[in-house]
């Protein structure tokens, strides 16, 4: 017994996969291990987290199963299709806001940016505050180095720095978002941006919209799979760089010289 960390009664808890065993068991036969860097541990399975009682862990299915079709049509290989793929996007955006609390539960340093989202994930509110964006992965290193290591080899998942956007600094963006995560599985890269309550509506309009220029798409775009690839620079710890046609020093450059 215990308090689930979603309802918050004192209930029986249950194991719940950090990332979803049904979109693990997709890359079972090229990634056998799942790696788990806010521990720099390796896991022949997946780690778990046991926060959640059965009734909020169960009603938190449906967007497993839907990311796991998602990846079995779409990500265990380049993403070339141009079809919308049969996912309800909702689904999809639940399980990358999901994933990205129980990647923050499970690290060594705590965050509580998920308490706003404890109805959320009961089906009982929604996530205004967020936003998911999607981007395809090419790798464009030599000889496909990153590829090799990082690609399809795990289910990756980093809190994301967004540099180099016309619309602001670095600073002043990150002063307004609670939470920022980039979570890659297999080909493709979800973003995940949660706002301040308090954000300027401009502001959030004005990254979304330059970060669509840069190859990312929220999930309410009918071709949201269908864009150009997008390259974060090419090693296991990535930042996010808005422009992979800039090289990081100029884009470091340019961002230091709109702080105010």
Request: net charge neutral; charged share 15%; glycine share 6%.
């Given at each position: ?127 205004g505050n967020c936003d998911v964006l999607f981007a395809n992965w090419r790798d464009y290193s030599p000889i496909e180095i990153a ?114």
């Amino acid at each position: 017994m215990g308090i689930c960390a979603y309802c918050r009664q004192d209930r029986k808890l249950t194991r719940e996969h950090v990332f979803s065993g049904a979109l693990l068991r997709l890359f079972d036969d090229i990634a056998p291990l799942t790696f788990d860097q806010p521990r720099g541990r390796s896991y022949s399975a997946d780690p778990v987290i046991s926060d959640l009682c059965g009734p909020c862990n169960h009603g938190l299915s449906p967007c497993d199963t839907g990311i796991a079709t998602l990846a079995q049509s779409h990500l265990k290989f380049p993403v070339i299709r141009t079809l919308t793929p049969a996912v309800e996007p909702s689904l999809v955006k639940l399980w990358v806001v999901k994933t990205s609390a129980n990647l923050t539960r499970s690290g060594l340093s705590p965050s509580f940016w998920w308490h706003a989202y404890r109805d959320y994930f009961r089906g009982l509110a929604n996530a205004g505050n967020c936003d998911v964006l999607f981007a395809n992965w090419r790798d464009y290193s030599p000889i496909e180095i990153a590829s090799e290591l990082n690609v399809v080899m795990s289910i990756h998942a980093q809190e994301a720095r967004i540099f180099g956007l016309e619309c602001g600094s670095s600073r002043v963006i990150q002063q307004h978002l609670v939470h920022a995560q980039a979570i890659k599985v297999g080909y493709g890269i979800f973003l995940l941006l949660v706002w301040q309550p308090a954000v300027p509506a401009a502001l959030r309009a004005n990254v979304i919209v330059e970060l669509n220029r840069y190859g990312w798409l929220g999930l309410a775009d009918p071709y949201w799979l269908a864009r150009v690839a997008f390259n974060i620079t090419s090693c296991a710890a990535f930042n996010l760089v808005a422009d992979p046609a800039f090289s990081l020093p100029t884009v470091l450059q340019a961002d230091e010289a709109r702080r105010p």
